[in-house]
């Protein structure tokens, strides 16, 4: 079975000793039957006052640092191995209940999925239910993998991909219209364009490994990365990655699930001090594969 090694260093340095409040780390990779975690270790450079596991309304793994002592730098170190088996890209049938869209979730299923169907965004002219729309066909129904397939070669095509150095992810809105973003960008704008439909849809957190042979067409390497799971009736949650046109879990190691971006940050904590205190945050992350000893690693940041 393929294996595949993180490893994510996050260090925060300081011009002067500081105080440290909460530091929530959301790193671990999500089980299942297409990812298996073999092994895992978190190595702090400050020892905790505590280090408490939990998972989150998503059931997402999350370990919570507290700490009592004071420094001039802080380092969170993380390795994981896992077991990787991709699926292949998924087929409907005719028979099928989402094969043709419009589809309509069975009642038991759209009371859990309702908060991923209802667009969380505004979108006063309606600019992204017409791009949305841009997808259907006008006179037939329109098989549904061709809208998701549509869309997620779509952004990857049209727009420009960016890195950005401000926080938190832009309004779907300002995707839309600047026509550029970053793969978080990219993950909530699809996400808003599907919820116009009525299709659900919610955030995915995590790595993509870069093969040597197609380092050339995948972006998003030596950071965390982001992507869109749709559900759909009979097949489940399904991966889409609009950055790289990636349909399935190929190169994809899923680490947390969420409605918003804002709820799957990788590493997010404060310290207690003056502004002038913080001098730099690092941050290196490799994804190597111990089948063909290939790797990508570079600096990024985490929002």
Excluded at 141 to 160: D, E, N, V, Y
């Amino acid at each position: 079975m393929p294996l595949l090694t993180i490893h994510h260093k996050t260090e925060y340095r300081y011009n002067r000793p500081v105080a440290f409040g909460e530091h929530r780390i959301m790193l671990r990779p999500r089980d299942g039957h297409d990812l298996r975690v073999l092994d895992s270790r978190l190595e702090i450079s400050l020892e905790p006052m505590s280090l408490r596991w939990i998972h989150d309304v998503f059931g997402n793994s999350v370990a919570i640092a507290s700490f009592d002592e004071r420094a001039d730098h802080l380092t969170f170190d993380w390795h994981v191995t896992v077991e990787h088996n991709p699926v292949d890209e998924f087929a409907l049938t005719a028979d099928d209940a989402a094969y043709f869209y419009p589809y309509v979730y069975d009642d038991e299923e759209f009371a859990d999925l309702v908060q991923y169907i209802t667009p969380q965004y505004a979108d006063p002219d309606g600019e992204i239910a017409a791009w949305a729309r841009a997808f259907l066909d006008e006179e037939a129904p329109t098989p549904t993998f061709k809208i998701l397939s549509g869309m997620t070669h779509a952004i990857r095509k049209q727009f420009k991909y960016r890195k950005r150095h401000e926080p938190g992810t832009q309004h779907p809105l300002d995707t839309l219209q600047s026509g550029t973003g970053t793969c978080r960008d990219y993950a909530l704008f699809m996400i808003e364009a599907l919820r116009q439909l009525g299709i659900a849809a919610r955030f995915v957190s995590g790595y993509i490994f870069v093969p040597e042979d197609i380092a050339q067409r995948h972006v998003g390497g030596g950071s965390t990365h982001a992507w869109v799971q749709v559900y759909l009736p009979s097949a489940g949650w399904i991966e889409f990655d609009p950055t790289n046109g990636i349909v399935g879990t190929r190169d994809l190691i899923r680490v947390a699930v969420a409605r918003d971006p804002r709820q799957a940050i990788p590493l997010h904590g404060v310290y207690i001090g003056s502004e002038e205190a913080f001098d730099v945050m690092e941050v290196n992350i490799k994804v190597v594969s111990d089948d063909q000893g290939s790797d990508a690693e570079m600096e990024a940041e985490v929002s």
